[in-house]
């Protein structure tokens, strides 16, 4: 059974930090593409950044240089560290595992930004 399990969302204020953390098990974890998405309310889920296999990057134009991903293949972890928040980057965020045989969501972690 996979599991994909986010973590490190909540309060805070605008130029503040966070890191989400997304655990997952039932995959083999180093062989998919990791990404965490976003849904604001009235809005599309939207790609936030994503992470390859192989640890290369794709990021939105509105996070570029505000927010990093990363990977622990040892820990099955993915991990978005994210600074100078806005109000604008509020949603509920998700983490993906994609390979062509499989596409897995997390339950989302709420991240709430005040101005």
């Known amino acids: 059974q996979v599991q994909l399990v986010e973590s490190g969302g909540g309060l805070v204020q605008a130029g503040g930090s966070l890191r989400l953390s997304c655990a997952a098990s039932?995959?083999?974890?180093?062989?998919?593409?990791m990404s965490w998405y976003r849904q604001a309310p009235g809005k599309q889920r939207e790609l936030v950044a994503t992470m390859s296999s192989i640890l290369t990057t794709n990021y939105t134009d509105s996070v570029k240089g505000r927010f990093t991903i990363s990977r622990d293949n040892a820990k099955n972890t993915v991990y978005l560290q994210m600074n100078s928040l806005k109000p604008e980057d509020t949603a509920v965020y998700y983490c993906n595992a994609l390979k062509h045989w499989g596409n897995y969501w997390g339950q989302g972690t709420q991240v709430t930004v005040s101005s």
């Open positions: 039932g995959i083999i974890f180093s062989i998919y593409t």
